[in-house]
């Protein structure tokens, strides 16, 4: 239940950046590969923000798709699971995006 | 609540004791966000931009809107602050010249055991020393200990994964010496620690025998970030229904890269190339 921490992290990130302000939404980005599962970080979400300059704060998480790029034949696609497989059979694949979890932006009153 | 990880209290990191005494040797909470250390660094938060916070994401842009809230776009990584606590542990050890190695497994699938063996079979040809990360109690760290190797026990409380910041406070109480190894034995956990960076230069992921040869594919995001797989527990092969041919072609698939060796910590088969492995990316000792 690493997004217990993660969701600690963006209260922290949050608080850290604007000292003191009353915040009323928080959007994240979460990326498909990158590890955390949204509903989680949403079922944290009124815990962690309890007590916090957070308290009360809508939650808005758009989730970016994966995105690979295949190095045998060089064709990009969207990975249809966590595993990294190109439709051409290889493994040996980089990673183009769906890697990031980032707070893209959040409202203060 | 503890600000980085969530759980109920402070982390507890203690360097056991080298004698039988098992009281507290050192003992400090970490987490704190403008930790002090000792390491090389300027401390007043490891950059040069004058804010008074530890982020990488520049300026914050406020835009105006027609309700009364304002959005102010932060475009920031969540994990940024632990990024660069993992950072600034690299760099020390780098300009020390020592191999961390962050050591990852499932609960019982022999982190603890390898360990023991490693420290009790290497002791007079290679110095290492280690990091235990558990959720409560310092059996592992007494049990590394007993074999020869100094031991920093961090007991995590409701964590379920060491973070930059404790490995930070562990090192600091460890002081390993040039041309040494500290394996950081994480805790038993094949999801959560995969998303921290603690500054380590290898990831070292542990399979074993009895746990069935499915865990790659079920926990891809560990083992595609491995540099090495561990197949340990080999003895029991006779013994148990372990496909093998099938880890090891879904460990291709998810990580083709990582190398991998089966042994078995217990009997000592096959653990020469661990050895071997560690010997080749330990820096050669300073002057």
Redesign the interface.
């Known amino acids: 239940?690493?997004e217990?921490?993660?969701?600690?992290?963006?209260v922290?990130?949050?608080t850290?950046?604007?000292p003191g302000?009353r915040i009323?939404?928080v959007r994240?980005e979460i990326g498909a590969l990158s590890?955390?599962a949204a509903d989680s970080v949403r079922f944290?979400f009124d815990l962690?923000t309890d007590g916090t300059d957070l308290q009360g704060a809508r939650l808005e998480i758009t989730e970016q798709a994966g995105r690979c790029k295949c190095r045998v034949c060089g064709s990009e696609f969207e990975p249809a699971g966590?595993?990294?497989?190109c439709p051409c059979g290889s493994?040996?694949i980089s990673v183009l995006a769906g890697q990031?979890?980032?707070?893209?932006?959040?409202?203060?009153? | 609540m503890c600000a980085t990880c969530g759980c109920s209290g402070s982390a507890v990191v203690q360097l056991l004791p080298a004698g039988a005494d098992r009281g507290l040797a050192a003992h400090g909470h970490v987490h704190d966000p403008g930790h002090e250390d000792d390491h090389s660094h300027d401390h007043s938060h490891g950059h040069d931009s004058g804010h008074s916070h530890g982020h990488d994401a520049g300026h914050v842009h406020v835009q105006d809107q027609a309700a009364d809230d304002r959005t102010v776009v932060l475009q920031q990584k969540v994990l940024a602050k632990n990024d660069q606590l993992a950072q600034r542990n690299r760099e020390w050890l780098r300009a020390r010249g020592v191999l961390a190695v962050n050591l990852m497994s499932s609960p019982g699938a022999g982190k603890t055991t390898l360990l023991e063996r490693t420290a009790r079979e290497l002791a007079g040809k290679l110095s290492i020393s280690v990091i235990e990360g558990d959720q409560e109690t310092a059996l592992d760290g007494e049990r590394i200990q007993a074999a020869g190797a100094a031991v920093v026990q961090i007991n995590t409380g409701a964590g379920c994964h060491l973070d930059a910041a404790m490995v930070a406070e562990g090192l600091r109480a460890l002081d390993p010496p040039g041309g040494s190894i500290v394996v950081i034995e994480n805790v038993g956990n094949l999801v959560c620690p995969a998303l921290f960076d603690l500054g380590e230069e290898a990831r070292v992921v542990i399979s074993s025998v009895t746990e069935g040869a499915d865990k790659p594919v079920k926990y891809p995001n560990m083992f595609r970030q491995a540099d090495l797989v561990l197949l340990n527990k080999t003895d029991l092969l006779p013994y148990v229904d372990f496909d093998a041919q099938r880890h090891a072609s879904d460990l291709r698939k998810i990580s083709p890269g990582a190398m991998m060796v089966a042994l078995s910590a217990t009997t000592g088969e096959g653990i020469q190339a661990w050895y071997d492995w560690l010997r080749r990316r330990t820096p050669a000792p300073r002057e």
């Open positions: 239940m690493h217990l921490a993660i969701t600690e992290g963006v922290e990130a949050v850290d950046r604007l302000a009323t939404c994240l590890g955390v944290c962690v966590p595993i990294l497989l493994a040996d990031d979890l980032k707070i893209t932006s959040v409202l203060v009153a």
